[in-house]
């Protein structure tokens, strides 16, 4: 696949923001040598680097610990969660308001994806809770670093995210089934035909970067956002520079200015390189510096 082309922007950019899974992470969940150099450049020419992922903060930590601690800040659940994911001493803090799924709209979808025999998943801070033992979550967990709970949801805390699986012998319907009977109660967004993510109501990505821009005092017409997935559309959509992955929904493609190469190919390195070579990395205001 070869790079294209949409259209420049006026403006270059001081913050840049990544979406992880299937972006920064090739499909072995590494961490491309050229992406992390990349990285690395865009920090050293006194820009900021964000990651935004719909990853609980203990599951960022260990991607964070490797591209050091410039990129400890991270938008965590979506936007729902915004704060220093804690490499230092293993203690994640929210800089900003928390945003959750009500009690009783989380308590909804459980009973509608329970109903269906579909897996789900209770997200609060730095641990998921399950009502029972599952293969998705097993694996899931052991590639995030995550230890998973067992309880019973009716006393949990309300959540930053529910994620509800299906499985192989189900069909795509019972998920989009299941989101109809929760339409206006909360937020969904399909990351593949299996999984779908309950977000707060309004939350996104997109909001979760503005939160952090505004803190900063920056505009999101100064940010570039690389993503491939149906939550990062909006991010691509509001910021100045939106690029999409050569492995994105088409969705996010056409909504990009840039299509870079895909995550195994070191596409958010090429798109950086693309970025200096246009001369559209500058420093953050000094104003605006944490």
Not at 70 to 77: L, M, R, S, V
Not at 187 to 201: H, Q
Not at 263 to 289: K, N, Q, T, W
Request: glycine share 8%.
């Amino acid at each position: 696949m070869t790079e294209t082309s949409v259209v420049t922007p006026a403006s270059p950019v001081c913050v840049v923001a990544l979406d992880l899974d299937h972006t920064v992470l090739d499909s072995k969940r590494r961490v491309p040598d050229a992406v992390r150099a990349g990285i690395h450049r865009v920090r050293e020419a006194g820009a900021i680097v964000v990651l935004a992922s719909g990853r609980s903060p203990s599951a960022m930590r260990t991607v964070v610990r490797e591209l050091g601690p410039d990129t400890e800040f991270a938008i965590c659940y979506g936007g729902a969660w915004i704060g220093d994911v804690g490499i230092r001493d293993g203690d994640s803090r929210p800089r900003f308001e928390e945003h959750r799924v009500p009690v009783d709209v989380a308590r909804n979808a459980v009973a509608a994806a329970q109903a269906r025999g579909l897996d789900i998943g209770w997200y609060v801070g730095e641990t998921v809770y399950l009502d029972g033992p599952s293969h998705f979550f097993t694996r899931e967990l052991a590639s995030t670093g995550e230890a998973a709970q067992y309880a019973d949801f009716a006393g949990l805390p309300a959540p930053h995210k529910l994620l509800a699986v299906r499985h192989r012998d189900q069909d795509v319907a019972i998920l989009t089934d299941m989101i109809d009977e929760l339409r206006g109660q909360c937020d969904a967004t399909f990351i593949f035909d299996w999984l779908v993510e309950l977000w707060p109501p309004g939350v996104s990505k997109a909001t979760g970067l503005a939160e952090f821009c505004r803190a900063l005092g920056i505009g999101l017409d100064r940010v570039a956002a690389i993503g491939d997935s149906e939550n990062d559309l909006e991010m691509i959509r509001e910021v100045g520079l939106g690029i999409a992955m050569g492995n994105a929904i088409s969705a996010v493609k056409d909504a990009a200015r840039w299509t870079t190469l895909s995550h195994d190919e070191a596409g958010v390195a090429v798109a950086i390189d693309r970025m200096f070579s246009e001369g559209l990395v500058v420093p953050v205001p000094s104003m605006a510096r944490r």
